[in-house]
Every structure is written in structure tokens, then in C-alpha cells.
């Protein structure tokens, strides 16, 4: 993970965000805890105090009755968090409890008594607390290291971390970069596959290409969402811009699955979608792992294809998911769509005089400008 060190603590199920492999280490749950202690809120600029006194601290998100059960001591507080209210109360030996949005104080000076069985793999006093409580309540603890100026996020079975926002930053830019560059080289092959599709020249080969530089741009783009949610505010300028490479790739792939996977049973274009999500990333480079997300045997990859015609459709200004099911329906393939007299287009249940009329010109100029861009 480069500067972001993320360990997985155990096998046991936290939800994931992300497919693919590193992202599978990235709950949902650990995803919203560093948006807390991301710079620019409160919680992270006491944490800063803190490391800058170099005392120390223990903090537990979420005063729940399991978080309860396992404090000793200590007194209630119950009020709003601010950033000097937490260095302060730091300088006692306790750990502070938070509630479950980090805005109040519940608790301070408490001292945790989690159960001792808890598989941890920590070797110091205050983080072996930590990930035990993170274990056995499911609440997110942070711990914030007193002679090594660091802080470790444990949430449920995972570890995360912190590193400077300079380096953070870094990486970031790094990433969108590269996904500058990911995201140019899905375009141009995105484009090649429309000017093939219009001259019926498509192999299975031109279409897992796409598959394959788009899934990368997907990954890419994530890990930099994943740094970003790190960065807090000082990431936002640059969200700006990863938001605007990553627009519409999700919505590509899932046309062309559609137009060109083989149909199966109990396998639908959700599922290889989801399965092209979750091919390992050095299983992508190769067409022959990526065929079977579209059910194609290796031995086809250089056979030919044709389109359903749904990534074309799509492209079309206010044409609805339901018309472009039932045109897909009413033709076997693009080509059949492309040549469709504006009789056949108005056949379709829901298509009348204007919307084929809009329809054929709509198709017209897509098909004219995908094959001007091929050989320009």
C-alpha cells in the first residue's frame, strides 16, 4: 500500500467496499473511521495536540453498551469535543470515550478491561487494548502512540496506519497520475471497439482489452478515493480530479459485458461484472482470465463478436434503459439496429414517429464520428 500501511488482523468477515485485491482490505467501517480523524476535523487536530505534547492517548468511538460493560473508572464528561478539551483530558492515564460520530466527549480517564482471551497481535500495553476492544465491541479505537508519534486505527479486524499528510499527498498525486494515464488509454481503446463495431470487425480480443484498462482505471481510481478519505480537506482540489477521470467507467464496463457476454445460466451480467471486480490484478493483464467474465473459452479469444448494440444506445441523449431493452430485443445485434428502417424502429413497443426519427440520426452520427475518430 505504499506510504498507507492497512493490515488485516484476521480472516473473520468485515464488510468490504471495494473488489479486487487490496481493496477486499478496505471495510466500509475503517473507511468512515479515518474520515474522522482525517485533517481539518476536530477529533485529528486533538490527535495532532496530542502527538505534539508526546503523551499519548486511547480513544474509542462509540459509547454502546459492549463499550460500557468493558470500562472501569473514570467520569462522565458528556460534552461537546473540541480539540483542546481532548489533549487535556490525554494527560490523565485513561482512555477517552467518544460518541459514535466523534462530536461529544462521553467518558474520561477510563480505564478498558477487554478480555484477555481476544487474539491480539500487538506487543505494546496501550495497542494491545486497542485492538482487543476493536475486536471484541466492533467500535473503533484509535491509539496514539506516546515514543513512536504514531497513530494506529483499529476497527473491528483491521489496522490502519496514519502517516504524515505530506506523504499521504504524495502518493495521492502519484495516483492521479497515473490514472490521467489509465484513464487516456481506456478512452482510446473505447473508441477503437466503437469504430470496430460499426464496420463488424469486433474480436473477443479488441473487447477484453477495454475490459481490462477499464477495471485498471476503476482500481486506480479507487485507491486514490481510499487516500483522498485520508486526506480530509486537504485533499480537496485534488478529489476534483480524480472524481472527474473515474466519471462513467463503472457505467462502460457494465455496457459491455452486456452487449457481448454469452448467456448462461445462473450467470447474469451482474455476476460478471462482479467477477471481473474480483479477478487479482496480476491475473488482468492476461485475455484469457478476463474471457471467462464474458463466459468466452480461451481458445476463442481472436474469434469474432457482435454487439448487442446497448453501449451504442446508451450513448443516445434521453433514451430510456426500457426502450434500449426492447430495440436490443427487437434486433439480434448492432449491425440489425444500424440498418433498421425508421418502419422497423417504430415497430418497437414505445418507439413512435419522432423518438425512431431522433433514434436513426442519433445512430447516424455516432456511427460517423466513431469512425472519423479511428482514422484521423
Known sequence: MGVIQTEKL????????????VFD???????????????????????DRILQAGIGGLIVLGATPRVTEICSGGFLIEAPLTPQRLSELSKMDGAIVLDDTAENIIRANV???PDASTFTTETGTRHRTAERVARQ????????????SLISVYCRDQKRILQQVSR???RAN?????????????????????????????????????LQRGEMVRRI?????ILLVELGVEGRLLKLQVDELSAGVDSELSYVIRDYYVEMKSFSPEDAYELLRRTPTEQLADPASVARVLGISAAN????????????????????????????????????????????LESVDGIGELRALQIKEGLARLAESSILDRYS
Open 111 to 113: 480505564h478498558l478491561v
Open 221 to 225: 481510481g479507487k485507491e486514490a478515493e
Open 301 to 344: 479469444i481472436d474469434a469474432a463478436l457482435s454487439p448487442r448494440g446497448i453501449r451504442f444506445l446508451a450513448r443516445i441523449p434521453r433514451l430510456s434503459p426500457v426502450i434500449i431493452s426492447r430495440i436490443t430485443s427487437r434486433f439480434d445485434n448492432l449491425q440489425k439496429v444500424l440498418n433498421a428502417s425508421l418502419g422497423d
Open 174 to 210: 502519484q495516483a492521479a497520475a497515473t490514472l490521467e494515464r489509465y484513464r487516456g488509454r481506456f478512452d482510446a481503446v473505447a473508441a477503437s471497439l466503437s469504430a470496430l463495431e460499426v464496420e463488424d470487425l469486433v474480436t473477443a480480443r479488441d473487447v477484453l482489452l477495454v
Open 137 to 148: 465491541t466492533d467500535s473503533t479505537v484509535i491509539s496514539v502512540s506516546q515514543r513512536m
Open 25 to 47: 482490505w478496505i471495510s466500509k467501517n475503517m473507511l468512515e473511521s479515518l474520515s474522522y480523524v482525517a485533517p481539518g476535523t476536530p477529533l485529528r487536530e486533538g490527535i
Open 10 to 21: 484476521a480472516q473473520s468477515g468485515s464488510q468490504t467496499c471495494y473488489g479486487g485485491d
Open 168 to 170: 499521504v499527498l504524495a
